[in-house]
Every structure is written in C-alpha cells, then in structure tokens.
C-alpha cells in the first residue's frame, strides 16, 4: 500500500470521524434544523450552505467545536444557552451536517441593504444579520415595542437584545455580545426602528359554528397592548371579511356594520371601528348559505387601521428594502382560522 493511498484513507477516516463520535443523529439535527424551533438556517442556510453566517454543510466540526461555537460564538452571531440548545441537540446537529457534503460555493445571504438605504438599515442587515429574522423593517419587533410604547426606549431594548434568554429562555435568539455589538452602535438600530414607526399588535382570529345548513364564522379582533405600558391604539379600522362567490349573507353581528362591497376582487363583508384601544377587543360574525358557504372565508379576509401612519409618515425612512406584509398606508393584519376550519 502506497503512502499516499495511505494519506488518503486516514483523510477520509477522519471526515467521517466527527457523525460517529458524537453520538448524534443526523435525522434528529436535521429535524431541528428545519423545525420552528430554530431559525439558524436564516443566516447559515436551509442546509447549511451559508449567507450571511459561515457555510456548515461538510466542515468537519467536531461536536466540541460546533458546542464553543454556539455558546461563546467568535463572530457577531449572539451566544445560545443550554437551555435552547443542550448538548443532545448540538451533537445531532453536528451528526446532521457531517451528513452532508460540503459546498462549492456559499449561499447568498436572505437579505443586503441597498446603496442608499439608511444607516441603520445597513447596520441591521449587512453587518449584524437582525433582519435576517426580524425582516427588513423589524416587523415583530415593531409590533411588540408598540403594545407597550410607553417603555420603548433604548434601555429596554438593549436588555432584550443583550439579555434577551432572562426574558425569552426557550426564545430563538440568544444573546448579543456587547464587544462585538457596541450599545452606540444597537442605537443607531433602535434609532432606525423608531424612525420607521411603532406598530400596534392587533390580532384577528377566527371560528367557524354550523347550524342547519348555515355557516356563522366569528372573527375577534383584538389590540393585545398593555395599557398601563402605553400601549399604542389602532384608529379607523376596517375589517373586511371575504365571501366565497356564490355564498348568501342570512345574518351579521357586530358594530358598523357597512354591508357588502363588491369589487372585481370578489364580495366582503364590512364593518368599520374608529378606534382599538390596548386591551380592548370586538367581536364580529357573518352568517352565509348556499353551496359555497361551507368553503370559508376566503384569502384577503384583513383588518386594516389608517392610524399610525407608518410608511405614508413625511418622516420615515425612504425605503427599497421593504417587508411585504407592510402596506405602504397605515397597517394591517390578516384574519386567521385554524387549519381544520379553512
């Protein structure tokens, strides 16, 4: 046997030593990778291909290198508790990607910041990677520093970003280093969410009860603010049910109601609010029959307030970047049903 072809078979003894010494399960990491449970793969990649974090499909980490990395990252990426993810997790998912094979190319990150976007904006999305899961226009987080205003400011907003697993142990991110994230740069991040306008949290869920042919879907619209956080209040709201073609609206519940629209789009139900304030929710149904009533409500079913002005503000941020489920006036959230009742 030739030294070379010895070199070889040592090579690739030790590529594949990392899935058996770790005693993981590459079918359990994959499962966790791709499950809510995580939101790595934003930054590394649907299957560790990489884009704005490194690429991690057939590296060759040992579990013990894949655990420092995830607990005392070298990077910008934030540090992850046992709690989040234990050592079982880490070594199947050590097992996972010495499953794969690796790369011939890193994958592009989700998002890049274009020229001209604003500072923070840059900031967020090419330098840290927060928008990799905050999208670009931190949506959520909007929505949640909005249902308790009163306390938006940057010392609560640091604590959730450098303390986030104190408030959030099982959340999907882990903890910012304050080396590697400066606080006077997380404030021009915070000063770029002000800017773009806190959201108000409004939910809109609904149910579905029959009765002799007739289909009666409720729906509750709800601003889940905090009042006595200043929680922000949705104005001049309209909630806008739509119709399956062919259904006939029998009965209907709840204040101002404004009938039937229709529009190319097809038929709604509507009713208007002039304000939801924090804590404060309303109840609305539609009653149909016909051969298409049991079919549900159908897509575009949303509440929509013109208040706050968000993107329609003179003093937001001009953006290219944009998170789509943001209208470019006022807000909106769409009304959802559970799965079985769709």
């Not at 594949?16 to 994959?30: D, F, L, M, R, Y």
Request: hydrophobic letters at 40%.
């Amino acid at each position: 046997m030739t030294g070379t072809l010895v070199l070889a078979l040592m090579v690739g003894a030790l590529a594949q030593a990392p899935a058996a010494a770790t005693g993981g399960s590459a079918e359990n990491g994959k499962a966790l990778w791709d499950s809510a449970k995580t939101a790595c793969r934003q930054c590394h990649g649907n299957a560790g291909e990489g884009g704005f974090g490194p690429d991690l499909a057939g590296r060759g980490l040992s579990a013990d290198e894949f655990k420092r990395a995830v607990r005392k990252p070298w990077g910008v990426m934030p540090a992850y508790t046992d709690e989040q993810v234990n050592d079982q997790a880490v070594a199947d998912l050590t097992a996972y990607f010495a499953s794969l094979p690796k790369v011939a190319q890193t994958g592009a990150p989700r998002y890049t910041a274009p020229a001209g976007a604003p500072a923070g904006q840059h900031l967020a999305t090419d330098a840290y990677g927060c928008t990799l899961c905050h999208n670009p226009e931190f949506a959520a987080p909007r929505r949640n520093l909005g249902g308790a205003a009163a306390t938006a400011n940057m010392a609560t907003f640091s604590k959730l970003v450098y303390e986030h697993t104190d408030q959030y142990p099982m959340g999907r991110m882990g903890n910012y280093s304050r080396d590697r994230l400066p606080e006077a740069t997380l404030q021009q991040i915070f000063d770029y969410i002000l800017a773009l306008g806190l959201r108000v949290p409004v939910t809109a869920t609904g149910t579905l009860a029959t009765s002799d042919g007739a289909y009666t879907y409720a729906v509750t619209v709800k601003n889940t603010g905090r009042k006595m956080r200043g929680g922000l209040a949705a104005e001049e709201l309209t909630i806008s049910l739509a119709l399956p073609a062919g259904a006939t609206v029998t009965n209907t519940t709840g204040l101002n109601y404004q009938g039937v629209t229709h529009d190319p789009k097809g038929d709604a139900a509507v009713w208007t609010l002039p304000r939801l304030g924090p804590e404060e929710s309303q109840a609305f149904s539609v009653t149909l029959m016909g051969g298409t009533a049991a079919s549900g409500l159908q897509q575009g079913s949303v509440v929509r307030w013109a208040k706050p002005l968000l993107r329609g503000n003179p003093a937001a941020p001009k953006l290219t970047l944009k998170d789509p489920s943001i209208p470019e006036t006022g807000d909106q959230v769409n009304i959802s049903f559970p799965a079985a009742q769709r």
